[in-house]
């Protein structure tokens, strides 16, 4: 905990209200969207430049107070939670476009811009941002990398990490480091840039990135298509990849469109209902490729993988069907869902879905699972929502267990306990399911490198 002459000293580091220690800001401040933790933050601070973050970095080191840095609070594993009245440091104030260059199709941001902000900007200037989720309009820049966020278009741009031409870091002892200086080529040893995307704050907080822009895509088209089993899915994602470059290839289960529909908002994308519904997206740069989707579609009609099918024909029928997918998450919370983010290789997926399936309906059958995610990827959303008259306390006392079994299938599959919302708290107890000790150990050398007082987010990723 913090003294109140350590606030009174941090006061004078930032500008006059920055540092907040109300009730409502520390329960506000202190959580991100997970909700097993009880938010206990000493105090938040506003930082709003890279020597106001260094000088925050130096008065932790010199006091041993632990920081968590926090950015657009939509996190899924508890890496921006302060529960153990730690100083939380807010990006909310360093939230500028900095500079944009044309001819590197790069964006220099502070780390609280939000995702779409930038998404907005580079739509402005005739490019593309394409990291994308569905908290986009809420998520910063400044978590994206901290998590290397996936989302959606990754079978086509990959994960946050590719989108990084360079990084300014504030290190644990309050150093600041430029890395990469945004360069597209650049062997001269270690890329230390990669070392703290994905680190969660753990290693350092980032001031400022270099984003790099893409060219933006050509009517996007999408087609929600309705298969009889899961195992339809994979012979469809493999036509249809052998056709066409995807921009997305995503999954949803009929308990999920089941929930969607309940909404009210949402039109169903074609009247039959089947088990599984597959969300493929791809650039109709011209007619070819329209008719080449539809021969497709009629080739996995043929073979039996596909019964039902809609290609969007307006952007408004796009986006409906997008919505179909992307409203899963929060339209469940509602249900307060056991949750988890899990990967295997591709030509793995069925096998795996099967193996976790099986273990909870046997011992579980009540359980209402639903099963959705970016698939394309080999990355699969479990959410088990609660049944009404089970206490949450029995509920999650139960999901302990499914835990386990997830994580020791993940195992058996050499797949990652977390596939894109990172480790954080919810997960730092089960990572050796995904990673070997000799590993864990050679992260745990890196901390202390970069983090000597271990001050920087500690108690995520590991104890
Ligand atoms: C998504 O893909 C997000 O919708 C959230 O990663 C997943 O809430 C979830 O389980
Ligand atoms: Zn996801």
Known sequence: ????????????????????????????????????????????????????????????????????????????????????????????????????????????????????????????????????????????????IGTNAGGIKVIRYGMTRNWVAGLKVVTGTGELLELNRDLIKNATGYDLRQLFIGAEGTLGFVVEATMRLERAPKNLTAMVLGTPDFDSIMPVLHAFQGKLDLTAFEFFSDRCLEKILGRGDVPAPFESRTPFYALLEFEALNEDVANEALATFEHCVEQGWVLDG????????????????EYISETISHWTPYKNDISVTVSQVPAFLKDIDDIVSVNYPDFDVLWYGHIGDGNLHLNILKPENLAKEDFFTKCALVNKWVFETVEKYNGSISAEHGVGMTKRDYLQYSRSAAEIACMKAIKAVFDPNGIMNPGKIFA
């Open 1 to 144: 905990m913090t003294t109140s002459a350590q606030i009174e000293e941090l006061k004078t580091l930032v500008e006059p209200g920055k540092v907040l220690i109300d009730a409502d800001s520390l329960e506000t401040y202190g959580k991100d969207w997970t909700k097993q933790f009880a938010p206990a933050p000493s105090a938040i601070v506003f930082p709003k430049s890279t020597e106001q973050v260094q000088a925050i970095v130096r008065w932790a080191n010199q006091h041993k107070i632990a920081l968590v840095p926090s950015g657009g609070r939509t996190g899924l594993s508890a890496a921006a939670v302060a529960a153990n009245g730690e100083v939380v440091v807010s990006f909310d104030y360093m939230n500028r476009i900095v500079e944009f260059n044309e001819y590197d199709r790069t964006v220099v941001c502070q780390p609280g811009v939000v995702t779409k902000q930038l998404q907005l900007f580079a739509e402005e200037k005739g490019l593309y941002y394409p990291v994308d989720f569905a908290s986009s309009g809420s998520s910063q820049l400044g978590g994206n």
């Open 310 to 325: 809609v290609m969007s024909q307006s952007e408004q029928q796009l986006q409906n069907l997008w919505k179909l997918r």
